[in-house]
């Protein structure tokens, strides 16, 4: 399962969300914003701490050209990172040359690998 896959929604979830068919990733954020209970939730996609939706910081969602008070999950917020840093070629192998935007979002002017990076975007996470 993705989080990007398509889903058709059945007539009591469509009422619920408001829609017939999106993502699953969607469909959670949602689910979420209707008041269902997040246990509930992630029991009925079998959800991670990864991939569950989660609100990120007002300059995580202007980095991402979203909406501030939007929820993402940590792995949708690593996507947009590593696009982020596919797009400006900003890799080199293991180690990541931040740029100016990406080093402001960070906060972080130490050397950037794929691993320590977690460190920094989990900073963006609202809880």
Same mark, same amino acid.
């Given at each position: ?5 398509? &889903?058709?929604?059945?007539? !009591?979830?469509?009422?619920?969300? $408001? @829609?017939?068919?999106? /993502?699953?990733e969607?469909?959670?954020v949602?689910?979420?914003?209707s008041?269902v ?16 939706? &989660?609100y990120?910081?007002? !300059?995580?969602?202007?980095?991402? $050209? @979203?909406?501030?008070? /939007? ?38 002017n ?14 963006h996470?609202?809880?």
């Open positions: 399962m993705n989080l990007s896959d398509k &889903v058709t929604l059945n007539s !009591e979830l469509t009422k619920l969300v $408001g @829609v017939e068919d999106c /993502t699953i969607e469909l959670i949602k689910m979420y914003l008041g209970p997040s246990g509930v939730i992630k029991y009925a996609v079998k959800l991670s701490d990864f991939t569950t939706p &989660v990120v910081s007002d !300059e995580f969602a202007d980095f991402c $050209g @979203v909406n501030n008070g /939007t929820m993402m999950s940590r792995h949708y917020m690593n996507e947009q990172i590593s696009q982020y840093i596919k797009d400006n070629n900003l890799n080199d192998g293991k180690l990541i040359h931040a740029d100016e935007k990406l080093t402001n979002l960070l906060k972080q130490a050397q950037l690998t794929w691993f320590n990076i977690q460190k920094y975007i989990g900073e996470v609202m809880h």
